[in-house]
């Protein structure tokens, strides 16, 4: 059976129905995985190497790749940098206990930018992830390989960690579903800190109803984490059931409409926003006046977090040591990657004395200005849309010398993640990069919704994602 086109809960109902096994399953995700992974490069640890066929695959086991950032006991983790790379973390993160709890298993670790930093997947130490609709093209980032390997039908779910993007920007260039639950909903414990007060799990998936299957499984209050919610997190299942958006009003933010986006996005976006209309919502044209100013907030806070987060990363305390015992300069310049070096640089400048106030307070106000224009918007709509990234993906390398021209691709994902809001990507049409007028790649549209509003950002993207299948599953990635 060619498993790769069937869903999470598609195949969890086969294994119910005893017309397959986990088992097999598994193996059939194991042998795509070894015939692709060579050109595509996205898992660091296959998962041949954590779980034999012969081993651990059980009961209705399905499995799950991981980005490899998530502390998994006895398991190689990296954060696809050389500081980490024979690290075997002695605990487990709580999202991935959660999600074996829930009877899944873990499906190898995924490659990354390194310790989350970038959104090409360009970043990692073990060499780029490739896009499989076009393998010359970036996948996005920083989830890369956890995107790619659901793209490509190696694994029919990943886990990935949003911190101004991570899991929508790559879901949207690969062509899939990207969840972001809001900030607190999944435990934190475990997962290598970049930004901690930005840092959120996810997931990717191919249907939307597969990414609220593993939101249900993993999502809970956890002791551990300071920032972790007590609010609840399961759905309601009629959710899935509904096949309209009548009464639902879905606000379009005029800031979101700006210069250099490609043209073909913009289409796709207008395409799916006539459809919305036509499925009974009500469309509004709202403000959110200070989302040009997220970009500078963003990368003024998540360096300052940076340079607190990953001090500990000296050869000493963690990490290899590459040079002299000690020399913690020769250490840190060998054993991390340019972008962890340059966020580093700029958030101990604008944490050092005379600096604070002038920069990092400043962003932290407009990040509290940031979260007020969603609350007044959520006054007035249930859910908001945007496109999920300015264009489609570019050439491997095509940006790679020009960090603020990389930095502009979150324009639209980094206000929602200073807010903390959930967010969620679903697959709308398809677009032509400017460097290849022949090539058609994925577009995704954004789907934005209130603080605790997980369930009613999936119940949108669920109806969204039925009305425009015919659309999207017109074209498949070259590796499929």
């Not at 998994?72 to 993160?93: H, V």
């Not at 969840?179 to 607190?184: A, D, H």
């Not at 691709?409 to 967010?423: N, Q, R, V, Y």
């Amino acid at each position: 059976m060619d498993y790769k086109n069937l869903s999470l809960t598609e195949l969890s109902d086969l294994i119910k129905s005893g017309k397959t096994t986990s088992k097999e399953i598994y193996n059939y995700f194991l042998e795509r995985t070894k015939q692709y992974n060579d050109e595509l490069n996205a898992f660091n640890t296959l998962p041949s190497q954590i779980l034999t066929p012969a081993k651990g695959v059980m009961g209705n086991s399905l499995p799950v790749a991981v980005k490899d950032i998530f502390c998994e006991k006895g398991i190689r983790t990296t954060a696809s940098s050389k500081m980490l790379e024979n690290f075997f973390p002695p605990y487990e993160s709580t999202v991935t206990q959660k999600m074996k709890e829930a009877g899944f298993v873990s499906f190898g670790k995924t490659n990354m930018d390194e310790f989350a930093m970038g959104g090409s997947g360009e970043n990692s130490a073990f060499g780029p992830a490739h896009n499989p609709w076009d393998p010359t093209r970036i996948p996005g980032g920083s989830s890369s390989g956890s995107a790619v390997a659901v793209a490509a039908g190696l694994v029919p779910a990943a886990l990935g960690t949003d911190t101004g993007g991570s899991i929508r920007q790559p879901a949207s260039m690969c062509g899939i579903v990207g969840f972001k639950p809001g900030y607190g909903r999944n435990s934190r414990y475990g997962v290598m800190a970049m930004a901690s007060s930005l840092d959120t799990p996810g997931y990717f998936t191919r249907t939307v109803r597969d990414a609220g299957f593993l939101y249900e499984a993993t999502a809970w209050h956890d002791h551990r984490d300071s920032t972790s919610l007590t609010a609840e997190t399961r759905l309601d299942p009629v959710i899935w059931e509904r096949s309209d958006l009548q009464w639902v009003r879905v606000g379009i933010a005029r800031e979101y409409s700006v210069d250099g986006i490609n043209p073909g996005v913009r289409a796709a976006i207008d395409t799916a926003v006539a459809k919305i209309r036509e499925l009974g919502a009500e469309v509004i044209d709202i403000s959110l006046p200070h989302t040009e100013h997220g970009i500078s907030a963003y990368y003024t806070i998540c360096p300052a977090e940076v340079a607190s987060n990953l001090a500990r990363y000296d050869g000493i305390r963690y990490g290899e040591i590459t040079g002299a015992w000690g020399d913690i300069v020769a250490n840190r310049s060998e054993a991390l990657g340019d972008e962890i070096q340059r966020r580093s640089l700029v958030g101990s400048y604008v944490l050092s004395s005379g600096f604070y106030d002038a920069y990092f307070r400043k962003a932290t106000a407009v990040r509290e200005l940031i979260r007020q224009d969603f609350a007044n918007a959520f006054a007035l709509v249930d859910v908001i849309v945007t496109p999920t990234a300015p264009t489609v993906a570019w050439r491997i390398w095509a940006k790679g010398t020009d960090p603020l021209a990389l930095y502009l691709e979150d324009i639209f994902t980094i206000p929602a993640s200073l807010a903390g809001i959930p967010g969620l990507t679903v697959p709308v049409g398809y677009a032509s990069p400017t460097d290849d007028a022949s090539v058609d790649l994925p577009v995704g549209l954004q789907i934005l919704g209130p603080l605790l509003g997980e369930q009613q950002v999936l119940m949108v993207g669920n109806v969204i994602e039925q009305a425009m299948r015919g659309i999207v599953e017109s074209k498949k990635p070259k590796i499929w």
